[in-house]
């Protein structure tokens, strides 16, 4: 049996801040990790508490902040239609999203991990959406839903039906906007792929083999295996619906009528139109509460359906 030597146990015994280049090698780490440090004390938690102090005030830009303690919260519940109506928009929009994204993200996904020629192809090609920027994407559906002379009406003349007034019809505007979100969601469709990829195909010959259909399969062995990736692609996408912004100031700017006056557009107007920071402030902080309640609502549930490989209480 080999025995340690007396010197390896000398230095197993030396407290780690004794050792030799210990305080050198450790301030090399802190030097290596200050600029991350620095950008997010300065740029991510000093502007957090900011607006957790300007929520308590009445605070409009040109005059200094006034403490008036809950009133801005007060009056967002009890005086503020405007309010209540675009974060009831946000949760119509944010439910649409969710459900539809998901679904057609992992049929997409499906599709992709075909064994088929020009696969990395269409990857590449389903991905594209991510690298364009937002402003360029509203401006593009914007053309692409004109009642006038954008194609996707064009192409419903064709066959025979009746034109529809996409962005200027409360019916149909926040649809329009679920649309180009779901469009959006080569993300989740690419982290499907992932997980699809990381099944088993043991799993699939043992089902064949007791006679399992394609469908039977997907239910029986696919979304089970799959509900780790279905589980983090609904938490961000909750995250990412209730932080919806750029399509409905872009193409929309609220309407018609207010029927896509999402809760972040309500923010943006209070805080950068009408200048009422510490309002808008406690608007900000209501979201992120409401964000934190239906994302540890999610992780809350996760033990009745999510399911990881090797877990012996399933």
């Known amino acids: 049996m080999a025995t340690a030597s007396p010197s390896s146990e000398k230095s197993r015994r030396i407290a780690p801040w004794k050792q030799e280049n210990f305080w050198r090698d450790t301030a ?10 620095l950008g997010l004390l300065i740029w991510t938690f000093g502007p957090m508490l900011a607006s957790a102090y300007y929520s308590f005030t009445d605070y409009r830009i040109v005059d200094p902040p006034e403490f008036i303690g809950l009133q801005n919260y007060i009056d967002l519940f009890t005086n503020d239609r405007l309010f209540l109506r675009s974060l009831e928009i946000t949760f119509k929009y944010a439910g649409m999203f969710i459900v539809a994204g998901q679904i057609l993200s992992l049929m ?8 088929i020629r020009g696969q990395s192809i269409f990857r590449t090609i389903f991905y594209l959406p ?8 509203a401006l593009l559906w914007r053309y692409l839903f004109n009642k006038d002379v954008g194609p996707i009406n064009r192409s419903i003349e064709l066959i025979g039906l009746e034109p529809v007034n996409w962005l200027g019809s409360p019916d149909w505007a926040l649809m329009s906007l679920v649309i180009i979100s779901v469009w959006g969601g080569a993300v989740s469709t690419i982290i499907y792929v992932a997980g699809l990829q990381n099944i088993p195909n043991d799993l699939h010959d043992a089902a064949k083999i007791d006679g399992a259909n394609v469908v039977q399969r997907f239910i029986r062995v696919t979304l089970p295996m799959l509900t780790p990736t279905i589980f983090f692609n609904v938490v961000t996408n909750v995250i990412l619906s209730f932080q919806f912004f750029v399509p409905a100031f872009i193409m929309t700017e609220g309407g018609p009528a207010r029927s896509t006056y999402v809760y972040n557009l309500n923010l943006y107007d209070k805080a950068f139109s009408w200048l009422e920071m510490g309002y808008a402030s406690a608007m900000a902080w209501i979201m992120f509460a409401i964000i934190v309640f239906f994302t540890a609502l999610i992780f809350r549930s996760s033990p009745l359906w999510v399911y990881y490989e090797g877990d012996m209480r399933k």
């Open 28 to 37: 090399r780490g802190y030097l290596f990790i200050l600029p991350v440090v």
């Open 130 to 137: 991510v690298v364009v920027p937002q402003v360029a994407v």
């Open 108 to 115: 997409t996904a499906v599709l992709l991990t075909q064994n």
